[in-house]
């Protein structure tokens, strides 16, 4: 049996108030800290799905799916790997 609604709601108000009271400065910074983080893991699927690419070639393809993913942001759709 998981926690009960009462629990999970009073822990949602909570994250909510400590991020009303995170300063801008440190929001700013978790956000590029975020990117960094998927950056890093989308790199390195892409170096392990292709081995014999060059870093150029590893950072294009990067970019091409950074683009694709704005594109279809876009156009309302889900990102890749979610059913239509």
């Excluded at 990117?35 to 699927?45: L, N, P, Q, V």
């Excluded at 392990?48 to 091409?64: G, I, L, S, Y």
């Excluded at 950074?66 to 979610?82: H, V």
């Amino acid at each position: 049996m998981g926690p009960s609604k009462e629990l999970t709601d009073a822990l949602f108000i909570e994250k909510v108030m400590r991020a009303r009271r995170t300063p801008p400065e440190r929001k700013f910074l978790a956000g590029a800290r975020l990117y960094e983080y998927m950056r890093s893991i989308a790199m390195t699927a892409i170096r392990n799905e292709n081995p014999n690419a060059t870093p150029e070639e590893h950072r294009k393809m990067f970019q091409r799916r950074l683009k694709i993913n704005r594109m279809m942001e876009e156009q309302s759709l889900p990102p890749s790997g979610e059913p239509l």
